[in-house]
């Protein structure tokens, strides 16, 4: 049973377009979300994250979307550049342990130019 | 500042053979975990530690052991490789847990059993 899911497993997109990059999760109990990227051969690096008493959360061309009726956060990135290919993952936490995430499986970004 | 540093950067294992990976931060942060990744997939939580002295098991824990002695060291100790434990271990630590800082991982250890 998998709680957070990235249903894309790979993305292209044209540089200076936008990328949204989507994620879904099942557990109600989550209440923290966060975003990381991963190049090759590196750890993963923090991206952005959104509370869930949020629906938006912006930092420069990155914003996350969050709908928690439908479970679902967003990635948007705009503009798009190569640079910002890379594997991106979605993660959550609960409030009762904030020790552990979930993490899923990953989006590859391809940013053509 | 090193942040997150992990050794070794590969291994090599034949099965039943036991190792230690080793993490060692130096930002003074409370919270420290291990993940593995296996291939087309995400980061799956092993163990984490709150503290020194204070560890917990994670999703994965099977196969796998954890001390925490001092703030900046995390080993984890693979006591018998298999096979399935052919994956990628990413170390990482924050100062508090997910919901309030940034975590820092290390670039990861690459392990093949054979």
């Known amino acids: 049973d998998q709680q957070v899911k990235q249903n894309s497993p790979s993305l292209s997109v044209q540089e200076g377009r936008i990328s949204i990059l989507n994620c879904d999760y099942t557990n109600s109990m989550f209440d923290y979300f966060l975003w990381y990227k991963k190049y090759p051969a590196e750890g993963p690096t923090f991206l952005i994250s959104?509370?869930?008493?949020?629906d938006k959360n912006e930092d420069g061309r990155f914003t996350v979307f969050l709908n928690k009726s439908a479970k679902h956060l967003s990635l948007h990135i705009v503009p798009s550049q190569p640079g910002d290919s890379a594997v991106y993952f979605c993660a959550a936490s609960e409030d009762t342990n904030a020790g552990k995430s979930t993490f899923g499986d990953g989006t590859t970004l391809t940013v053509k130019p | 500042n090193a942040g997150v540093t992990q050794t070794p950067k590969f291994r090599i294992l034949k099965i039943g053979q036991s190792m230690t990976l080793q993490c060692t931060q130096d930002?003074?942060?409370?919270?420290m975990y291990w993940y593995r990744q296996d291939p087309g997939m995400g980061l799956k939580l092993i163990y984490y530690s709150v503290g020194a002295g204070i560890t917990d098991k994670g999703e994965v824990p099977n196969g796998y052991n954890v001390s925490r002695s001092t703030t900046e060291d995390f080993p984890l100790r693979l006591e018998l490789a298999a096979p399935s434990q052919t994956s990628v271990y990413f170390c990482?630590?924050?100062?508090?847990?997910?919901?309030?800082?940034?975590?820092?991982f290390g670039q990861g250890t690459r392990l093949t059993v054979v």
């Open positions: 959104i509370s869930s008493i949020k």
């Open positions: 990482a630590s924050s100062w508090g847990g997910w919901k309030n800082t940034e975590a820092f």
């Open positions: 930002m003074n942060h409370n919270y």
